[in-house]
């Protein structure tokens, strides 16, 4: 705990230390909400048949695809950023120097990111109710809080998998890549799943961000309950399951590797 | 008591340069960096890896904190495997590296210094307390919350050797300390290591290609060329193992030729010149080697001749020389 405090202490001075650039990351959400919210006043009253499973409004729809999806990318891209920076300022082998577990420094240096994120969601989700008028009235706040967390635990587990390829590639990472770009056209960021084409829309059902974020509208939209959602959650669970147990031990292969190779700090 | 014992410790890096090199069972070049190096360190002292640039003293210092592992043999900090046991090899060393980049640049040194503690696991009070300790140690008390980037590099190095020390740990590895620092800071470093650190009863292990550093701070050293040990022992050690010659200075009253002559057929006197005369005096030096045997008979010829020895001075053999004969491998037997 104490050393997920220091780090999260560490970030945190950091961040205000650029005081103006974390201004302007929580000020660049009000953009994103406009641009979907004058779209979705575009379409107007002409609503998609597939947007009917999640109350039929295309801001509202859009809104929670945009806020959730930055848990993908920052699981996504914090972990092997980490490791990529603790490799060019050298801060990486002092901390494996330490006896402090692998998994506690991989998992506490992305935790400021994580909070950051999480504030980034709400200004995402005050600023599409109390300025553009989306209605969140239904939200059933605790089935959102679980499918929240089962979808970071799941892509945490691609991330650190990720991270342990920079741990060897240095630079340039194909899993973020692939995920990344396949869970933005695939998995129902900015439509839903169902206007894909049928022999796409399968593909769509490998990725967790598919789950979370059809769970995650059906929980804050339409207020289903946990056990409403429970096929998502299995399904982020089985991710979780999988994905966790496995990065880490990819990712202890790759440090072995590191080590084998003395390339902890080249980058 | 051995504080380091590595027996044939060797550390081959393959050369990757590309993708296809990161997968399994394929064949690549090796580099060789630590070549079978047995080695003892007594605890306590100042022990010096001096070597040139690319000897290996790096890799062998890596090898020993648990951060490269090795290709094979064996090496325990304090009784401690270094691949079985890291856990307790982490909790007994630190690390000082001339590495500037391993701080975070945005925050104070203090805080720098409380986060790394953290990973030490030191309770807050005890960490609030040694840091205060430490910085005061190191002199950067009145320095210690201004951001890490705008330290001098003096300042810097400093703070390194403070987080070195955070953990109290039993053996100080320290890599090139003072490679960038000015002679007044670096002779500062130098005195901190040797008192504060070495006298407190803690092992240093000292990296440098510093040969007056080497001399001043360690009381034993190995001399590393090519991943190997050419030479092992403590600098007069290393001097009688090396020392071919010396240099023999005399200031000499009623000196003549005909003792000049006499000097000169003595076996074992390679040179013999005047280098100075005056009011009767004439200072000599003389090169000589097997110095036991032949300078009983330089005094005797000089006193048979008439002559009187006023003074008479033997020149040590500079380290830039030992370490030239350690290079090429002059021998490679450890020195006793």
Redesign the interface.
């Known amino acids: 705990m ?2 997920a ?3 999260l ?2 970030d945190l ?2 961040a205000l ?2 005081r103006l650039s974390f201004l302007l990351q929580l000020g660049s959400v009000f953009f994103s909400v406009a641009i979907f919210y004058f779209l979705g006043q575009l379409f107007g009253s002409a609503v998609a048949p597939q947007l009917e499973a999640y109350g039929g409004d295309y801001f509202s729809f859009v809104l929670i695809g945009l806020a959730f999806t930055g848990f993908l990318g920052l699981s996504l891209s914090n972990f092997a950023q980490n490791i990529r920076e603790g490799q ?4 990486l ?8 577990r692998l998994s506690v ?1 991989l998992l506490s240096s992305s935790l400021w990111a994580y909070l950051l994120t999480t504030l980034r969601v709400l200004v995402y989700l005050l600023v599409g109710v109390l300025i553009f008028g989306a209605s969140l009235g239904k939200a059933n706040v605790g089935a959102g809080l679980l499918v929240m967390l089962l979808g970071i635990a799941s892509f945490s587990g691609i991330g650190i998998l990720s991270a342990a390829l920079v741990l ?2 240095k630079k340039g990472d194909p899993i973020s890549w692939l995920i990344g770009g396949a869970s933005s056209l695939l998995a129902g960021v900015y439509y839903p799943v169902s206007v894909l084409p049928d022999w796409l829309e399968p593909l769509s059902r490998v990725l967790p961000l598919t789950y979370c974020l059809n769970a995650m509208r059906l929980a804050i939209l339409q207020g289903y309950s946990i056990y409403e959602l429970r096929f998502d959650i299995l399904a982020l669970i089985g991710f979780t399951v999988v994905l966790t147990p496995l990065a880490f031990l990819v990712f202890r292969k790759a440090l ?1 590797r590191a ?7 080249q980058y | 008591m051995i504080a380091i014992k590595a027996k044939g410790l060797t550390k081959r890096f393959p050369r990757t340069s590309r993708y296809r090199d990161l997968l399994p069972f394929r064949n690549r070049e090796w580099v060789m960096a630590v070549d079978n190096i047995s080695l003892d360190i007594e605890e306590e002292g100042v022990f010096g890896l001096l070597g040139p640039n690319g000897a290996g003293k790096t890799t062998l210092i890596k090898m020993l904190c648990c951060l490269v592992l090795p290709t094979s043999g064996t090496a325990q900090v304090c009784g401690y495997d270094v691949v079985k046991e890291e856990p307790a090899v982490k909790k007994l060393v630190g690390l000082v590296s001339a590495e500037e980049r391993s701080f975070y640049w945005r925050l104070t040194g203090r805080e720098n210094l409380q986060f790394y503690a953290s990973l030490y696991h030191l309770p807050r009070k005890l960490a609030r307390k040694r840091i205060s300790e430490l910085l005061h140690l190191v002199g950067l008390t009145g320095e210690a919350d201004i951001r890490f980037q705008n330290y001098s590099t003096g300042m810097r190095q400093k703070l390194a050797i403070a987080r070195g020390l955070l953990s109290e740990p039993r053996v100080l590895f320290v890599d090139e300390p003072t490679r960038s620092l000015d002679p007044v800071s670096a002779q500062a470093v130098r005195c901190f290591l040797k008192e504060k650190v070495a006298g407190e009863g803690k092992t240093v292990v000292l990296a440098t290609h510093n040969l007056s550093e080497a001399e001043q701070l360690c009381n034993r050293l190995a001399i590393m060329n090519h991943g190997r040990i050419n030479a092992l022992g403590s600098v007069p050690e290393l001097r009688s193992l090396f020392q071919t010659k010396e240099k023999c200075r005399m200031q000499v009253r009623r000196f003549s030729d005909a003792i000049r002559s006499q000097l000169c057929l003595i076996d074992g006197i390679l040179d013999c010149r005047v280098t100075d005369q005056y009011d009767g005096f004439a200072n000599l030096e003389l090169m000589i080697s097997k110095r036991s045997a032949v300078l009983p008979r330089v005094l005797q010829t000089m006193v048979h001749g008439g002559a009187e020895v006023c003074d008479c001075q033997l020149g040590e053999l500079p380290l830039e020389e030992i370490f030239v004969h350690a290079l090429h491998g002059a021998s490679k037997e450890e020195g006793k």
Do not use: D, H, N, W
């Not at chain 1, 082998?93 to 402090?100: A, D, K, R, V, Y």
């Open positions: 104490a050393v405090v220091a780090f202490k560490r001075s950091q230390s650029y060019v300022m050298g801060t082998e002092i901390m494996l120097l330490s006896p402090t420094i060897l590639v072995k080590k084998v190779e003395g390339s902890l700090i």
